[in-house]
């Protein structure tokens, strides 16, 4: 809102003039003090001579015979036609003051000026036929005799290029050096929304080429240059092209500035028609199109009093664009554009500007509307909701680049960590196979290539067998060990629950491992009562069982026992596995339940192991919310304990 108000006070600028209605020709400022940045506003009803070009020397000979409202076109006034040629003339009491000026915005087409029987300006030349007459675009100032109280303007006007003719805009009386303040910051208002409207221009081309999907922006930029071209040409602008190009026809200028204004018509329901493609109807842009290339092509072959003659049609077509944008905006909004909605506030907030634009300029029913720079203004207010609508896609965008970079980061953590332990996981994979597995195979091997080269005796063989036996279980007993670590690194573990019976899996594993129990004359005894049943995840249980039966039997001495008992107590499962063997240090017993960390130490027969067993009895009975404990003191054994609650 901010925005708006500089725009409507910028508006402002140069027009905060003093009315003093001009009578019949007459106008009596003796009492008026010029200077304090208020200029005179002469309008009013001026002398008016139709068809004659007169002169000081025999205007006195002519009676005025009609009168005609200043500011205005002739041909909307009377039975006067658009082309032709008309004299002015208007008195002036002025008080006692010096270096006042007069100075006329627009005069239509041509124009000579006598102040008290002395030419003082002519811009273009002024003539009753076409070929005795030149025009010229630009602004007037006369400065007015000193000391001199009573003035007698006469003013020549002709006009054979422009769609209306005659004084086109209020003519201002102030101190010289104060209008040209006014009409310098008039000007800098022009140029600034001209510059402003140029920069934009740029900036919607700029997005034009960087995305291959933005025609949108092709279409508002092209906009925003034929509204910025209009207001450096257009009667009532800066005239900043003209006077840099003087050499440059007056009607080169006004077909730019009205092409501009008539493409308009097929370029806005364009803009619209790309910006929301699934919303906008097709069919009446041939209808908007049609009518900007007729208009424009009436602007390359016909003068300007033929196709200004036209503009009436270029606003139909602007009524009808906005109709077309409101509609179109409305129906995006509707199915859940968010976008759309700031484009319809834009549109709607623009609309009051450029309909007073064209009501001031209408053909038929024209409005006196004193405001100036209205389309550009209108333009500029709908730039910044569309300038707001792409800064919050730009900070959206980089929100969503800032949450994307920390995603991406987080992936490639986890991805390094991922990496990392798999190549751990391959690390210790070949250490086992190359040392603890390979180890036993090499003993098997010998031990065959022995017996088939007939170097050992049969009784000789069957001596070996049985420690075969033991050293097979305990690599099948290793290999197990490192396929389920192996799985839980790379995969993760998998649950499941099921009833069974743990006597029964108690005895399995006393079986499994009888012989290498009975190399070492230990005795395994299974205390569970053969009805104790329980559910739980089965394979998970029987390898936490498997592994702390291999490692009793792995640290106790020849002839001692291993003993696997159970018990129920508030709902918890306690499983027990007691050896009478080496046992272990306050320092071992905390290494072995030490999170990630594998300790192995040699059986009482050098037996080795890899270290997993108990990290992955302890990880896999988490799974399934049991935990494991250890007693146990040197020379007198261990007892390992594992609870499981019967309800996890």
Not at 510 to 519: E, G, H, T, V
């Amino acid at each position: 809102m901010k925005s708006i108000a500089v725009i409507v006070l910028m508006m402002s600028l140069g027009q905060s003039a003093t009315s003093q209605p001009v009578v019949q020709g007459r106008v009596n400022l003796s009492q008026h003090t010029f200077g304090n940045g208020h200029p005179v506003d002469l309008s009013g009803t001026w002398g008016f001579y139709w068809n004659k070009l007169l002169t000081p020397e025999d205007i006195d000979r002519h009676q005025i015979s009609q009168w005609i409202e200043v500011p205005g076109s002739w041909h909307r006034q009377g039975p006067y036609s658009t082309l032709g040629f008309a004299t002015y003339r208007l008195a002036l009491t002025l008080p006692d003051q010096n270096n006042l000026s007069l100075y006329f915005p627009i005069i239509n087409a041509s124009a000579k000026i006598w102040i008290n029987g002395e030419l003082v300006m002519e811009t273009g030349r002024t003539g009753t036929g076409k070929n005795s007459y030149s025009s010229k675009l630009s602004s007037t100032i006369v400065s007015l005799p000193e000391k001199t109280r009573d003035l007698d303007i006469i003013m020549q006007v002709a006009n054979y290029s422009y769609f209306s003719g005659g004084v086109g805009a209020t003519p201002l009386l102030d101190k010289t050096s104060s209008l040209h303040i006014q009409i310098n910051n008039s000007n800098g208002v022009k140029n600034f929304f001209a510059g402003s409207l140029i920069a934009m221009f740029m900036y919607q081309l700029i997005l034009y080429l960087l995305f291959q999907r933005g025609n949108s922006y092709l279409w508002l930029a092209l906009i925003c240059l034929g509204v910025a071209l209009r207001a450096l040409i257009t009667h009532g602008g800066s005239f900043l092209l003209p006077t840099l190009y003087p050499s440059v026809d007056w009607e080169y200028w006004k077909k730019i500035e009205f092409g501009s204004v008539y493409a308009i018509v097929a370029i806005f329901p364009l803009y619209v028609y790309h910006l929301f493609p699934a919303h906008a109807p097709k069919k009446p842009l041939i209808i908007f199109i049609t009518i900007a290339i007729t208009l424009c092509l009436a602007v390359m072959v016909t003068p300007q009093y033929r196709y200004g003659q036209l503009l009436e049609i270029s606003h139909i077509g602007l009524l009808l664009a906005f109709i077309y944008a409101v509609y179109s905006i409305s129906k995006a909004w509707k199915s859940g554009n968010t976008d759309a909605r700031i484009i319809l506030l834009g549109v709607l907030a623009a609309f009051p500007f450029i309909l007073a634009e064209i009501l001031k300029n209408s053909v038929l029913y024209p409005v006196n509307i004193q405001f100036m720079y209205l389309v550009e203004s209108g333009v500029l207010v709908f730039l910044l909701f569309q300038v707001y609508l792409l800064a919050n896609h730009y900070a959206k965008s980089y929100k969503s680049l800032e949450t994307l970079n920390q995603n991406l980061e987080m992936v490639v953590a986890e991805r390094t960590n991922e990496l990392t332990t798999a190549n751990a996981v391959k690390n210790r994979l070949l250490s086992v196979l190359s040392h603890d597995i390979k180890s036993p195979l090499n003993s098997l091997q010998g031990i065959l290539q022995l017996y088939k080269s007939e170097a050992l005796s049969k009784e000789e063989f069957g001596n070996f067998t049985q420690r075969l036996e033991g050293d097979l279980s305990k690599t099948n007993l290793l290999v197990e060990n490192i396929l389920y670590w192996t799985a839980s690194q790379l995969k993760g573990v998998q649950t499941k629950r099921e009833r069974f019976n743990l006597h029964v899996v108690i005895e399995e594993n006393c079986q499994l491992f009888r012989s290498i129990a009975d190399i070492k004359k230990i005795t395994l005894q299974n205390n569970t009562p053969e009805s104790f049943t329980l559910t739980a995840d089965r394979d998970i249980l029987n390898f936490v069982i498997r592994n702390l039966m291999a490692n009793a039997i792995k640290y106790s001495f020849e002839g001692g026992t291993v003993t696997s008992m159970a018990h129920v107590a508030n709902q918890v499962v306690t499983i027990q596995v007691k050896d009478e063997g080496v046992g272990m240090d306050e320092t071992t017993l905390h290494s072995l339940l030490t999170p990630d960390r594998t300790v192995s130490s040699p059986g009482t027969r050098l037996e080795k192991g890899t270290g997993l067993g108990l990290i992955l009895c302890r990880e896999y009975l988490q799974r399934v919310g049991g935990t494991l404990t250890i007693e146990s003191s040197p020379g007198k054994g261990s007892i390992i304990s594992i609870a499981i609650p019967l309800k996890n």
